[in-house]
């Protein structure tokens, strides 16, 4: 059985790597102050960020060939593991990290918004690949940091930390952003994937023997997280991934619809809803018509 490290405050981090803790509750380390390792797994209760600057070639990240390959941020949140194993080679880190415990954003605006961050719950191969000038702010944002934490404590401590770490992360949002666009080719790929999967599930019996086809599910089957997915195909479409589910279960069943030989019940069964009524509500709310209604009418 490996061996898996809790990190359930900020000094466990820094004593793990070896670093002084300034303050009880946030920490920026610079990995060139830290010493070489081959394999650790953590379990970690506190929120991590890495700023790795290797090469995305470098890296199992699944690059594509861009041009931000100037550093790769990985996102961590409290219940998270994550690990590194480098096949028993020694490894120097270069790059960041910015670790803080959710006890500093509670009760703040960014406590409450905290999950609008979704890139927290991404895999590591949905990472966030930087160009040369937003490596440049990411850096910035964390010396600001630094700088603060490097201070004596007073009043406006933790209000003036916690800005410059929303600050941060709505960078990070920013850049996410870009590269949901400069990896158009590749979420083009996801979305006719996506669109084969659900034709496939739909022809299939799966429907009857596992119910509709909900998103995680669905994330699952294209080896993406469900958050990653989510983002992906609302950035793509402008509708989230339940709504684009949907739209395609209605399609199916207006196709069902005029086979005579099957009633309403049978069409429900056949997508995989367990009550009819439930198939019948949802109907009605993308059509604004009853299946009766809409097959009478047509």
């Not at 390959?69 to 219940?79: A, H, K, N, Q, R």
Request: proline share 4%.
């Amino acid at each position: 059985m490996e061996e898996i490290e809790r990190i359930d405050t900020v000094k466990q981090y820094n004593d793990s790597v070896g670093v002084d803790t300034l303050h009880p509750l946030v920490s920026v380390v610079n990995f060139d102050e830290i010493p070489t390792y081959q394999y650790f797994r953590r379990y970690m209760g506190i929120y991590a960020v890495f700023l790795k600057y290797i090469n995305c070639g470098d890296i199992r990240y699944g690059c594509q060939p861009y041009d931000y390959e100037d550093g790769t941020l990985v996102f961590i949140s409290p219940g998270q593991v994550y690990g590194i194993d480098s096949k028993g080679k020694l490894i120097k880190p270069a790059g960041k990290a910015l670790v803080f415990h959710p006890d500093l954003i509670a009760g703040t605006s960014l406590g409450k918004h905290i999950k609008d961050y979704s890139f927290f719950s991404y895999e590591v191969n949905e990472a966030l690949h930087l160009s040369k000038k937003e490596r440049i702010t990411i850096n910035d944002c964390l010396e600001k940091i630094a700088v603060e934490i490097d201070l004596n404590i007073d009043k406006h401590s933790k209000t003036l930390i916690v800005s410059n770490i929303e600050l941060f992360l709505n960078y990070c949002m920013r850049y996410y952003d870009r590269q949901f666009i400069t990896r158009n080719n590749v979420n083009k790929d996801i979305l006719v994937r996506f669109e084969d999967l659900l034709n496939n599930y739909f022809k299939s019996d799966l429907p009857r023997k596992l119910g509709l086809p909900n998103v995680n599910w669905c994330a699952e089957q294209l080896h993406l997280s469900p958050n990653y997915f989510g983002d992906l195909i609302k950035k793509e479409t402008g509708n989230t991934a339940l709504d684009y589910i949907q739209s395609k279960l209605i399609d199916e069943a207006k196709s069902k619809i005029f086979d005579p030989l099957k009633s309403i019940n049978t069409i429900a069964d056949e997508l995989g809803f367990k009550y009819q009524q439930h198939f019948t509500r949802l109907f009605k709310q993308k059509t604004g018509m009853t299946p009766n209604e809409y097959k009478n009418g047509n």
